[in-house]
């Protein structure tokens, strides 16, 4: 009777590595294609025509200063009059005043040394309170 000399198999204790990298970028795209990003739902802006100007009465706009130190100020029309307020009273202020005049107009303006951030709190304010004409200006 021969003995056979048959051979064991030897188990690997290794982990093969050599297609991870394939399987990680395979992923990878994968993850990149398929996903969706949100977009962001602001306030619609529509830019007048070059050149366009039209004339508005004072009595239709309703002044907001946003000052460096983040108080907000708000003068009525031709009012000489003007309100300190907080950035989060806007809204109230804007229901208020668009319930006794529905052609008003919200004039912002910014001044140059003023955050970015306490012209969208304003700005924030007036879209909760449903404005939807509002013109930006820089204060000069």
Same mark, same amino acid.
């Given at each position: 009777?021969?003995?056979?000399? @048959?051979?064991?198999?030897?188990?690997?204790?290794?982990?093969? %590595?050599?297609?991870?990298? *394939?399987?990680?970028?395979?992923?990878?795209?994968?993850?990149? =294609? %398929? %996903? &969706?990003?949100?977009?962001?739902?602001? $306030?619609? /802006?529509? $830019?007048?025509?070059?050149?366009?100007?039209?004339? /508005?009465?004072?009595?239709? !706009?309703?002044?907001? !200063?946003?000052?460096?130190?983040? !108080? =907000?100020? =708000?003068?009525?029309?031709?009012? &000489? @009059? /003007?309100?300190?307020?907080?950035? *989060?009273?806007?809204?109230?202020?804007?229901?208020?005043? =668009?319930? @006794?005049?529905?052609?008003?107009?919200?004039?912002?303006? %910014?001044?140059? *040394?003023?955050?970015?951030?306490?012209?969208?709190?304003?700005? *924030?304010? $007036? @879209? $909760?309170?449903?404005?939807?004409?509002?013109?930006?200006?820089?204060?000069?």
């Amino acid at each position: 009777m021969a003995i056979l000399n @048959q051979k064991k198999s030897k188990v690997s204790d290794e982990i093969p %590595t050599a297609s991870m990298a *394939d399987i990680a970028f395979l992923l990878l795209i994968f993850f990149l =294609v %398929t %996903t &969706t990003f949100p977009k962001d739902k602001g $306030l619609p /802006v529509v $830019l007048p025509q070059k050149g366009e100007e039209v004339q /508005v009465s004072q009595k239709n !706009i309703l002044h907001i !200063i946003i000052r460096p130190d983040g !108080i =907000v100020e =708000v003068k009525r029309g031709e009012s &000489t @009059q /003007v309100q300190q307020v907080r950035a *989060d009273d806007i809204e109230a202020i804007w229901r208020q005043d =668009v319930a @006794q005049n529905p052609n008003l107009i919200a004039a912002v303006k %910014t001044h140059p *040394d003023a955050p970015h951030r306490f012209m969208i709190d304003v700005l *924030d304010a $007036l @879209q $909760l309170a449903g404005a939807e004409r509002i013109s930006l200006q820089i204060l000069e």
